[in-house]
């Protein structure tokens, strides 16, 4: 499954974890994605997945 937007495009980032004792070791930042249905032109709906930003960008734009 890939965690990326279908919008947007935004996938996971690396970074890391940091102990108090400024141990580093590597982690994954994941989009907060959604699965939402859109209808097409055609009349038909599809689900996709969208980024949380993405979703109430549309939402503001629609």
Not at 25 to 38: G, I, Q
Request: hydrophobic content about 30%; aromatic content about 2%; glycine content about 6%.
């Amino acid at each position: 499954m890939a965690r990326r937007c279908s919008i947007s495009g935004k996938g996971p980032m690396a970074g890391n974890n940091v102990s108090h004792a400024q141990n580093k070791t590597k982690r994954r930042f994941l989009p907060n994605l959604r699965t939402v249905r859109v209808t097409l032109e055609d009349g038909t709906t599809k689900k996709i997945k969208v980024s949380a930003k993405e979703l109430r960008t549309m939402r503001k734009n629609s």
